[in-house]
């Protein structure tokens, strides 16, 4: 079943600092003549993830740039520059490593800025075929700015998490109606600063084995996943630690001993960042899957387990429209698949029941329609609800009241106590700003845009508004 875009559940971006190298800086006066100090430097990484939409197969964007914007005279730092062009959805379980710098400046800064030129949702069919395609613009110059609740610092010696959290369902808009309804970016994201790790989202790191031990091995070189040019995450190396439960498997799906490994592999690690320990992050894996990434390695199916695991270590899955002659293949577990939850908890193979979701990647046996599987994530604590939504205009904020055009209701709102309020605005050089402010930014006369639930006293619940300043949700006041 499709949900339309209005029902989307969030995208989200997220940036991460890896590891941290600086250098000492000092400085003299001795007749008048001074020795300008080395600047100290952090690491910082972007990391990019997504969540699913069912009316939309993929979500195509393309940046050409992404920035650090100082804040209090301190520079803007590139953090990179080109044109990279990939799908949100297909980072709809993982986080991606995209960019990271060693030599950002120690300083404070304000904003992330994205500079965006296009965006394209496909729509495919049962056999991947391309059946609809629609833009969406960018406002005005595709330069979106992304503020966090206050400044944010690099520091030497430090690990600095900066999360962005973009959410597609409220920033991809339809405007208009019928044939002259079109798509426009209204950026609504959550900008979170944090120095400790990040662990409430799978991470993947593609790169080449190097060094390897019992405990660890280290990835360098690593790529950006989805890149058609072979393109550079990052050129240092990651420290990724085993343990006794972490999965190591081959390019053929088999598990891997780590002896097995003799480095100039190319591997993909699967897990979360780990607290920083002397100036570097480590990795902590749940799997290591050895081989080229490509088109069917590793081979990923999402549906519907049908069965329970049965003696022979295999489960039934349901899992149409996704290429294959069948809808019903068989997964096999193996030693070392990791069962996870969607946000990384190990769970007991007794989890798999019938009509629970499950997204499972490993290597796919035509043959017999059997995927033996590295990693099956577990869809527990129950699908997500769809949000109703209110568009209208504010009468009163106290209390809240909206009146809406379709259909023509005044509606009262009630917000709730962690309810999220965004601001989304033009920038006087022609770009957009997004900020997260308090509910006491509501006044009257604003247009708004809230999620949430109708109440059975007819009251609207909204846990996320959006305010449209300066018309950003109108297609005549585009460049």
């Given at each position: ?22 250098c ?26 997504d ?23 301190n ?48 729509e ?49 808009l ?23 790790e ?17 405990e ?11 890149s058609d ?8 190396c ?14 053929d ?58 003696a ?12 294959l ?9 193996q ?22 979701g ?24 129950g ?27 005044d ?8 309810v999220?309020?965004?601001e ?56």
């Amino acid at each position: 079943m499709r949900i339309p875009l209005h029902l989307r559940i969030p995208a989200l971006v997220a940036i991460s600092a890896l590891a941290l190298a600086g250098c000492n800086s000092s400085s003299s006066d001795d007749g008048g003549s001074s020795i300008v100090p080395p600047q100290q430097t952090g690491t910082v990484g972007i990391l990019i993830t997504d969540a699913p939409t069912d009316e939309f197969d993929q979500i195509l964007i393309t940046v050409e740039e992404m920035r650090l914007l100082g804040a209090n005279g301190n520079d803007d730092y590139l953090m990179f520059e080109g044109s990279e062009t990939f799908d949100l959805l297909a980072l709809t379980e993982f986080t991606d490593l995209f960019a990271v710098s060693d030599d950002v400046p120690v300083g404070e800064y304000e904003k992330i800025r994205l500079q965006v030129s296009g965006i394209e949702l496909v729509e495919l069919d049962d056999n991947g075929e391309v059946v609809r395609t629609e833009d969406v613009r960018p406002r005005g110059n595709g330069k979106l700015d992304l503020n966090p609740r206050g400044s944010f610092n690099v520091e030497a010696d430090e690990t600095l998490l900066v999360r962005l959290d973009i959410d597609a369902r409220k920033s991809i808009l339809l405007v208009g109606a019928g044939a002259s309804g079109q798509y426009i970016l209204r950026p609504v994201v959550f900008v979170d600063i944090d120095r400790g790790e990040l662990r409430d989202r799978l991470v993947r790191l593609y790169g080449e084995v190097d060094a390897v031990d019992a405990e660890a091995i280290t990835l360098c070189n690593l790529r950006r996943i989805q890149s058609d040019t072979d393109g550079r995450a990052y050129d240092g190396c990651v420290q990724v630690r085993l343990d006794d439960e972490t999965g190591l498997f081959d390019p053929d799906g088999d598990p891997l001993v780590i002896s097995g490994l003799t480095g100039g592999e190319l591997a993909t690690a699967i897990g979360f960042f780990a607290p920083a320990e002397n100036g570097t992050q480590p990795f902590d894996a749940l799997v290591v899957q050895v081989g080229e990434r490509g088109p069917n390695y590793p081979f990923k199916l999402s549906g519907t387990a049908t069965s329970t695991v049965d003696a022979n270590q295999r489960f039934n899955l349901l899992a149409p429209g996704q290429g294959l002659d069948t809808a019903d293949v068989a997964v096999r577990l193996q030693q070392g698949t990791a069962l996870i939850t969607r946000d990384g908890e190990r769970v007991p193979d007794t989890e798999i029941i019938p009509d629970r979701g499950v997204t499972t990647e490993g290597v796919l046996s035509l043959n017999n329609a059997e995927l033996k599987a590295s990693l099956v994530l577990l869809d527990i604590g129950g699908d997500d609800v769809a949000e109703a939504t209110l568009r209208g205009t504010v009468q009163t904020v106290d209390p809240l009241v909206v009146s809406t055009d379709d259909p023509p209701a005044d509606v009262c709102v009630v917000l709730t106590d962690d309810v999220d309020v965004f601001e989304v605005s033009e920038t006087e050089d022609g770009g957009t700003t997004t900020a997260r402010v308090d509910a006491d930014a509501l006044e009257s006369g604003q247009v708004i845009d809230a999620w949430g639930r109708e109440r059975s006293d007819g009251c609207f619940e909204a846990t996320s508004v959006i305010i449209n300043l300066d018309g950003v949700d109108d297609p005549e006041n585009d460049d």
